[in-house]
């Protein structure tokens, strides 16, 4: 008896580790994903300097361009 239960014990803790693993690689391709985007501003205030959010130039206040 002892031994059933060590058994499904086992093949749950397995079970639920091999789950949340393959969670968490999924989690870290989308965020790759999202890095990839990154922002610049038009007029070259800072040379080439990029952004990882849109939103405006810190020194001229121009809205951040999408790098092509």
Do not use: D, F, H
């Amino acid at each position: 008896m002892k031994n059933k239960i060590l058994k499904l014990m086992m093949i749950v803790l397995l079970s639920s580790t091999l789950s949340v693993s393959c969670s968490s690689e999924k989690t870290s391709e989308k965020t790759e994903q999202v890095a990839e985007i990154s922002y610049y501003c038009p007029m070259k205030c800072e040379g080439e300097k990029t952004y990882t959010k849109k939103r405006s130039c810190p020194q001229c206040g121009m809205n951040l361009v999408e790098v092509e």
